[in-house]
């Protein structure tokens, strides 16, 4: 026979062991709420009326298809009318003259300063170039390798202006720059004979 002391210990044990049993099964079906870390609402998240993670940059084309280097040469879709051209000489003496220069040779305040010199934009070489590829160094700027101890690094010789400009303003620059060239010509005394 089991002593009253051994029933009563025996009791406690199965009373205990029954009631984790059933705490388990309540929070196993959500009648009790753990937070379990593997739950999709409690990982890192927003929630409704929170505001939305920031999205990574140039990762979504806001403004129609981007261009990317290297897929062949882009169009140009804005017309060089005087609106455009404007536009361009307006947009190039706040983003690109500190550095480019009023004369767009290349000589402007910070410009001169730089160990590197901004091109001058008057020249034939930059003038030789399409459309397309002056609007692709206006959106990624122009990257260069420099040597840092022995190691060869990229070097950022004019900075990428995308997110500055959009892209009508970057193709009106482009119309700008070029009239630049129109304008250099005509003033050129044809020669005589
Ligand atoms: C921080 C100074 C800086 C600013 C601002 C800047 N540039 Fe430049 N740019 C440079 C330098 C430096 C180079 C020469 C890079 C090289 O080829 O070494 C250059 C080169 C260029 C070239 C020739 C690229 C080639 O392929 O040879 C063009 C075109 C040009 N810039 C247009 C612009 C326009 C348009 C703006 C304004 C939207 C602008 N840049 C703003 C510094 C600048």
Redesign the pocket.
Known sequence: MMSAAYKKLLFIVFALGASVVLLITLALYDVIKIEWISFMEVQASYKPMEAPLAVATSSIPIEGAAYIGGVGDIPNPIPADNISIERGRL??SV??I???GPDHDGKGN??VA?V????D?TSS??QG?SDG??FL??TNG?I?KTTVNGVSVDQI???A?NEN?TVRDRWD?VNF?RSLQAAADSATPTPQP
């Open positions: 947009l190039y983003t690109c500190q550095c480019h910070v410009g730089l590197n010199p901004p091109a934009l070489k930059v170039k590829s002056i160094t206006i122009v260069g010789r004019m900075p202006l400009l620059m720059i």
